[in-house]
């Protein structure tokens, strides 16, 4: 036996080596492309950040949560929390989540989430697809603030805001600049897009923003809706923020005809520099 074995060793050990072999290949996991690699390119720019919310939860390292129920300086009515009932991933999305529930003395809940310290831009093309809560006392909003506020408090420094909804008008954005130097002399400059059918909830759409060093251009689904001059205090970075209040100066309080939980759903952030020419 023992010189049969001596015999077949190396034949065995070669069946073996190959059968290994085989089953080594067919079990290679092949990497998955980047998210990056299925985004279509946009002429004349280059993607620098972009979140495809394709993980498994929310990337720490691209967002921070403001966690405060202070009312956003617009006596809002929701408590802003880092809970994953008011923001989650889901199939690839990123949900903000506003709730009706009673939390630290609020009777809201929601998530405002920002990309301060961890992507900051002068300058670029700001593209966010989402779909838009609805209802009376919605406010979702898209935009920026700057990051080191060199100009000073709020207005000095600026503020962009890409998109801006009103939960009762279901088919209409906004787009604004805020500036000036103090609060007793805000200023600014804006306009509105409103859907010829359909309304923000019943689909996902696409808001840009393209901002230089002279102006800036406000887009929905690839249409211009507006452009204004922007120069100082807009000469310095700013971030993004995402968030759904409820209530406030503007919306006013939901009613009994809102219905909760609503939801800000976003398929992507993309953030792209111009390209030199």
Known sequence: MTKI????????MCILLVSCEKKDSNSIVQPTPQPQDSIPSVPGWTLVWNDEF?????????????????GGGNNELQYYTARSENSYIDSGKLVIEARQENYLGKSYTSARMRTANKGD?????????????????????????PTDWEYGGWPA?????????????????????????DAAHHLQKGSSYKLSSGTFAGDFHTF??????ISMAWYV?????????????????????????????????????????????????????????
């Open 5 to 12: 074995f001596t015999v077949l060793y190396p034949f065995l």
């Open 54 to 70: 394709n993980g498994p939860a929310i990337d720490l390292k691209k967002w921070e949560y403001e966690v405060n129920g202070n």
């Open 121 to 145: 831009w002068l300058y670029g093309r700001f593209d966010v697809r989402a779909k838009l809560p609805y209802g009376q006392g919605m406010w979702p909003a898209i935009w920026m603030l």
């Open 157 to 181: 420094s600026g503020e962009i805001d890409i998109m801006e909804l009103l939960g009762h008008e279901t088919n209409k954005v906004y787009g604004t600049i805020h500036y000036g130097a």
């Open 208 to 213: 840009t923003t393209v901002w230089d060093s």
């Open 221 to 277: 689904d690839g249409t211009l809706y507006f452009a204004a001059n922007a120069t100082s205090p807009f000469d310095r970075r700013f971030h993004m923020l995402l968030n759904v209040a409820v209530g406030g100066n503007w919306p006013g309080s939901p009613d009994a005809f809102t219905i909760f939980p609503q939801k800000m759903i976003v398929d992507y952030v993309r953030v792209y520099k111009k390209v030199k020419q």
